[in-house]
């Protein structure tokens, strides 16, 4: 099953469109027929009431989603109809006057009407967690932050769920109720074992109102009695229960929590309390919680024992890195299956935001924030999909995936996570590497290769790197004897001959190392369906173009650097079309020495004059950026040619004198120089800053260089005294 978020929230008077962010209202049936290539037979779908009946006397406008709706029956998949997911409804109803749910009760009849066919619904998205963001917590509207309006909110969302149904049953008998909940989980030190107790009770109370199983002996129907509900609201849902088909849960990372009262070990943003206690409230993912029983098999587990309905999963999603999304797709795949086969009716686990979702970082209290890929990358509004995506393919195909980075944990598994102890911050040491697990190879240990192993290990790749000394590029009976030996799944190049100078010159080396080298490299990995990585340059455009640089840019290179990426490219691409190279540009880390930006922190050290060219204009990329991004296209398994620099232009000069004022030294320490008086052997093209056409984006130059500087000051210490 799938699904994509959709929500429509409201704060203040704002409404916030996830379904806008993602472009999905210019594609259309195009998605769907994405959608449909994943070979999912279920999708959770927005037929939502803020969307069709912003007014109380407009008509709604089917015209969209009759279209996707229709496309979705010519391609067999059968739609779950949201009717409002996360939001309190059109402007001219509120929660608390009845409004909401009779309003939602006459346009599930109206939707019903008009698609008649459509057998299941979730009329109301996690009513729960939308009555305390709303009610509670205040972050969406009405904006309130107490237990009364939480409870009304909670109350008039399950009863216009029970409307809704019934009006829609009216016209479909058949129709389906498919809820949804957060699958949440409270624990606690014993002296907080009570604040626990009450939210693990509350966390049942929307499926209690809906089954019609609130009864006063209940803590919750007492506790809502007495912050001031009445009971004839309580004893409304006993003759009125609408038990769900089935009844699935959300499982975040965010979803389980701890209480602990010793503040002093945790950082302040999780600092809160009630009004007995003062504690932390912390993710348990960041706790130690040996002996404790928790996670997703042990909850869902619960929640089969509690509600005794027919179970799903309807959101499974994680924002991290490619191969973490997968792996935590993966461990809730095999959990449902174990949940399954110790008997528990099991429907149903939903890849979730399959073209991802904007402003969760904020919990879409303002417009934009981050954007999380999802099966589809839709940055530039158009669909790419990623590995999850192939994933979802395998899983719908033939029940099983496999690939060696699932050999390694997530990060939420991981021994060197934050942990916050009762004594301290503990950053453990990572397991060592599985010796049977196929590795990624990395050739060069240079700035490039060093950092590939860095970011691997953060990333839990397992993964060999080999220095320029262990291997010979251009032997091709020594580079089929490793991959014999190491049976490696990809296989990174980050060799150079870097010198763009000397490479007029010794141009034979710069040719072996930079073409030959490649080309090999490329074949080999051909023959065995190894995917292969590797890297050219700037330098193969002649810089008359007016504007950035993109992948489908012709190349002219003006010099023998250039050429011998050029050739590379071209040859690589002819013997490996599944190749993968990456142009990129201007290279900066703080543990190399042999960059522009680390070399004029030198020169400004020593109280050197810096000398720049001010008419070249390039696009200078931070080392761990290209990194990671690359590793991205590699796990997606991209091929071709893509463009990776971060975002942003600037001349050598420039570039000296935002470095100058950052180290706290003066931008006149800086001369700006034609780039004829500098001395090269190499002819430059004037401008070659990149772009990418196919949805690269990294963080912007600035932000870059003070992430550089944030390291540097470890790096360099007790050198860099003037940082």
């Known amino acids: 099953m799938g699904g994509i978020e959709c929500t429509i929230n409201r704060v203040g008077n704002q409404y916030f469109d996830q379904s806008e962010y993602s472009g999905h209202y210019k594609r259309g049936t195009e998605d769907i027929d994405l959608l449909a290539s994943l070979g999912i037979k279920m999708l959770r779908y927005p037929v939502l009431w803020e969307k069709h009946l912003p007014r109380k006397d407009s008509v709604p406008d089917w015209s969209f989603v009759e279209k996707t709706l229709t496309r979705m029956r010519e391609l067999d998949i059968t739609p779950i109809a949201g009717l409002v997911h996360h939001g309190s409804g059109p402007s001219y109803v509120n929660f608390f006057d009845g409004s909401f749910e009779n309003g939602l009760a006459d346009y599930a009849r109206t939707v019903a009407e008009k698609f008649p066919w459509i057998q299941y619904y979730t009329p109301v998205n996690e009513p729960l967690t939308t009555a305390r963001f709303c009610g509670l917590y205040g972050h969406w509207y009405p904006h309130t932050k107490a237990y009364l309006p939480f409870f009304r909110i909670l109350i008039s969302e399950c009863k216009a769920t029970i409307l809704a149904m019934r009006a829609i049953r009216e016209i479909n008998p058949d129709a389906r109720l498919i809820q949804t909940e957060d699958l949440g989980k409270c624990h606690a030190t014993p002296a907080l074992q009570y604040q626990a107790d009450f939210e693990n009770e509350r966390r049942w109370l929307s499926y209690e109102l809906l089954c019609g199983t609130l009864t006063p002996d209940k803590v919750m129907y007492q506790y809502m009695l007495k912050v001031g509900i009445k009971e004839e609201e309580l004893k409304w849902f006993h003759a009125n229960n609408c038990r769900p088909d089935v009844a699935g849960f959300n499982y975040y990372l965010t979803s389980e929590r701890y209480l602990d009262e010793d503040l002093g070990n945790y950082p302040r943003q999780y600092h809160g309390g009630n009004r007995k206690h003062r504690y932390a409230d912390i993710h348990t993912v960041h706790v130690s919680m040996e002996g404790k029983e928790c996670g997703p098999y042990t909850l869902l587990k619960e929640a089969w024992e509690r509600l005794q309905l027919p179970l799903a999963i309807t959101e499974c999603h994680l ?84 690939h060696p980075i699932l050999e390694k944990e997530g990060w939420w598994l991981r021994e060197n996570r934050q942990i916050y102890s009762t004594a301290k911050l503990a950053q453990m040491e990572m397991k060592a590497p599985i010796a049977q697990c196929r590795p990624l190879l990395v050739l060069g240990d240079g700035a490039l290769g060093s950092a590939f192993s860095k970011i691997c290990e953060e990333r839990n790749i397992h993964h060999r790197l080999l220095g320029r000394h262990e291997f010979d590029i251009t032997n091709r009976q020594a580079i089929e004897q490793l991959v014999k030996e190491l049976n490696p799944w990809a296989i990174v190049n980050a060799t150079e001959y870097a010198d763009v100078d000397k490479a007029e010159e010794e141009y034979e080396t710069c040719l072996q190392v930079n073409t030959y080298g490649p080309i090999l490299l490329a074949r080999i990995c051909h023959w065995h369906a190894i995917r292969f990585l590797t890297f050219s340059t700037d330098l193969v455009f002649d810089g008359k173009k007016s504007g950035p640089y993109v992948e489908s840019d012709p190349v002219a290179p003006l010099n023998m650097y250039g050429r011998c990426k050029s050739v590379a490219e071209e040859v690589v691409l002819t013997k490996n079309p599944h190749a993968l190279v990456v142009r990129t540009s201007g290279l900066f880390a703080p543990w190399d020495k042999h960059n522009f930006v680390s070399s004029t922190l030198r020169d400004l050290e020593r109280g050197k004059q810096i000398i720049a060219a001010n008419d070249v204009v390039v696009s200078p990329t931070y080392i761990p950026d290209l990194v990671h991004a690359s590793l991205d296209l590699i796990v997606d398994g991209e091929e071709r040619i893509y463009h990776i620099a971060n975002k942003g232009s600037v001349t050598c000069a420039e570039l000296a004198r935002r470095v100058a004022e950052m180290a706290g030294y003066q931008r006149y320490v800086v001369k700006g120089v034609p780039s004829h008086t500098m001395q090269w052997e190499a002819e430059r093209p004037r401008y070659s800053v990149l772009k990418s056409e196919k949805g690269i984006y990294l963080p912007s130059l600035n932000d870059a260089l003070e992430r550089y500087f944030e390291e540097a000051v470890v790096v360099y210490q007790p050198s860099m005294t003037t940082i």
Not at 361 to 380: D, H, I, K, M, W
Request: include cysteine.
């Open 319 to 402: 924002h991290s890195t490619r191969e973490d999304q997968i792996r935590w797709f993966h461990s809730m795949w095999e959990t449902v299956n174990k949940v399954k086969a110790e008997g528990v009716d099991f429907r149903a686990i939903t890849a979730w935001a399959l073209f991802g979702l904007t402003g969760w970082n904020r919990l879409c209290t303002e417009p934009g924030g981050v954007y999380e890929p999802g099966a589809f990358n839709v940055s530039t509004g158009t669909p790419r999909p990623t590995a999850l995506a192939r994933y979802l393919q395998e899983l719908t195909m033939h029940k099983a995936y496999y």
